[in-house]
């Protein structure tokens, strides 16, 4: 599976590449959101993982204009923002899960895994 990682800090970001890839996924990283947008358009990624507070264009600004763009690729949104309102926001930037930091890492990978596993209507 190929995952796109966008996010800003650099001590987690190595660590979930370097996870990712030990579970066997073909992963890279954006460290900001222009970056990541970049990415997102260019790749065909089966799941992005996109952090909220990004240097550059926020996260859920880049989710937005992917959705706007007709990317349905699956969004699981990192954060620290975990308040009820934050997490409603994230999905309905159109985030399709929402995950909030600290997290273990067996948890997200099975997000990850989950969010792989949906089709697109009409594909």
């Known amino acids: 599976m190929r995952v796109l990682l ?6 987690t970001a190595s660590f979930l590449i370097k996870a990712l890839k030990e579970s066997g996924h073909n992963a890279e990283w ?7 947008l970049d990415l997102a358009r260019e790749g065909a990624f089966d799941v992005l993982l996109v952090d909220r507070m990004l240097p550059e ?3 859920l600004s880049v989710i937005h204009t992917l959705r706007k763009e007709g990317n349905q690729t699956p969004v699981l949104v990192l954060s620290a923002l975990g308040e009820v309102d934050d997490r409603v926001k994230g999905l309905k930037a159109g985030g399709d899960d929402y995950l909030t930091k600290p997290y273990a890492y067996a948890e997200l990978l099975a997000r990850v895994e989950a969010l792989s596993r949906r089709t697109i209507p009409g594909e």
Do not use: F, K, V
């Not at 966008?6 to 001590?11: A, F, G, N, W």
């Open 30 to 36: 954006a460290a900001d959101g222009i970056s990541g």
């Open 57 to 59: 264009l926020d996260g």
């Open 6 to 11: 966008i996010e800003d800090d650099t001590e």
